[in-house]
């Protein structure tokens, strides 16, 4: 959990501590000043804290692409991206590997030493690894007749 949220979560649990121990239980509104401060900084807690947490919730899994990086690479990826269907396979494959999803697709493959091969079912294929735990980084793309070439790219650039 990153910090943002961990602090927003802080800050709702003490907006429903104080919220709780503000409460009588004739249901008076009339009080003091301390007391209408007090819930005043407890709504204030509350909402500062909902919006931590919904703030800090989006994460995305997909650090960056090292596709431009080299010219075949790049130049495949363009290749592919210009058929309608394989660019849409590829562009779900990464919007599901940035939800977290490892397996989306028709599932994945090892292609070497920490490279793995994301399927689209029209011929589309993401190639990547993770660089820390959750974190990934996209490598390159293909459709079902370069894949061959990709991944042999790939196993001479990242050995």
């Known amino acids: 959990m990153n910090k943002k949220r961990f602090f927003g979560f802080g800050l709702v649990l003490v907006s429903i501590i104080l919220s709780a121990s ?10 003091s000043n301390y007391t209408s401060y007090l819930s005043l900084f407890s709504v204030l807690s509350f909402i500062l804290g909902a919006g931590l947490i ?4 989006v994460q995305n899994k997909v650090i960056r692409s090292r596709v431009s990086k080299d010219s075949l690479l790049l130049r495949v990826a ?13 562009n779900h494959l990464i919007a599901e590997l940035n939800k977290g999803n490892t397996t989306p697709g028709l599932g994945t ?3 070497s030493n920490g ?11 993401v190639y990547y690894r993770e660089i820390e735990k959750g974190k990934y980084e996209i490598l390159g793309y293909s ?4 894949q061959r ?3 042999n790219r790939l196993k001479d650039l990242y050995p």
């Open 54 to 57: 919904l703030a800090g919730g």
């Open 149 to 151: 070439g990709v991944i």
């Open 143 to 146: 459709d079902k007749p370069s």
């Open 115 to 125: 490279i793995y091969e994301l399927r689209g079912r029209n011929g589309g294929r």
């Open 22 to 31: 503000n409460l009588t239980i004739t249901g008076n509104v009339i009080g």
């Open 109 to 111: 493959k090892t292609v």
């Open 78 to 90: 363009q290749d592919v991206g210009r058929r309608q269907a394989i660019s849409r396979d590829i």
